[in-house]
């Protein structure tokens, strides 16, 4: 069945990188997305990467992707306090479908 | 654009009311979904349109949920009657272009409080 993974929480120093994981059971899926959720609002999509692809970088975001072990992560490098917020991992098959989120607390 | 407006933000209701959520999506966007976020079981896609047509509603709970798009401005998600276990924040989001190929843009949620 499809089922998204990930941890609950998240807590990293300021200027540290955070890694954030995300395991999907569906090997169909062609594109997989991380999304940022801020307190009292709706999901921003951040960045996504297509199934074919090992990693993606984006400024300070980093997606690699292990189809083998059907495996996620984004590192987030020099974290910041406005990098606080729920992350979301989604995998499309012939929908979307979103884990759980990781609520990401950066401290100074 | 002002982006995916939903209303109300926020919902109290009793048991047994009916509760009618309403969004309008970003202008020129011809997909329009429904989520649902609880604490257990995540985001939930509920049901979604295109070009305001129902595509696919194998999301709705049960018959208590309907959700309706008269025209490509404005759908509404009604719980009818309201039970404590729908108590959730409602998301809206748009898109255009190719099913879930493109980006879906989210509206701010109604949060919905059912005593």
């Known amino acids: 069945g499809e089922d998204v993974e990930q941890s609950l929480f998240l807590s990293v120093r300021e200027g540290d990188s955070s890694v954030i994981n995300c395991t999907y059971t569906?090997?169909?899926?062609?594109?997989l997305y991380w999304y940022k959720q801020e307190p009292g609002a709706g999901l921003q999509l951040l960045t996504y990467?297509?199934?074919?692809?090992d990693m993606k970088q984006d400024q300070r975001l980093t997606v690699l992707l292990n189809k083998k072990d059907k495996h996620l992560s984004l590192r987030i490098a020099d974290t910041q306090t406005g990098d606080s917020a729920i992350y979301f991992c989604?995998?499309?098959?012939?929908?979307?479908?979103f884990g759980t989120g990781t609520r990401l607390q950066v401290f100074p | 654009d002002a982006g995916v407006i939903q209303s109300p933000r926020h919902e109290v209701t009793e048991m047994g009311q009916e509760v009618t959520l309403r969004c309008k999506p970003i202008s020129g966007h011809d997909y329009l979904f429904w989520y649902r976020q609880t604490m257990m079981r995540g985001l939930e896609l509920l049901i979604y349109f295109n070009n305001n047509v129902p595509i696919d509603d194998s999301g709705m709970p049960e018959d208590r949920f309907s959700a309706k798009m008269p025209n490509a401005s404005f759908s509404t998600l009604k719980i009818q009657p309201s039970e404590p276990r729908d108590s959730a924040v409602y998301f809206c989001a748009s898109s255009r272009g190719r099913l879930f190929d493109n980006e879906q843009f989210f509206g701010p949620g109604t949060r919905l409080t059912v005593l």
């Open positions: 990467i297509f199934s074919n692809m």
């Open positions: 569906d090997s169909s899926s062609t594109y």
């Open positions: 989604a995998e499309l098959t012939d929908k979307l479908i």
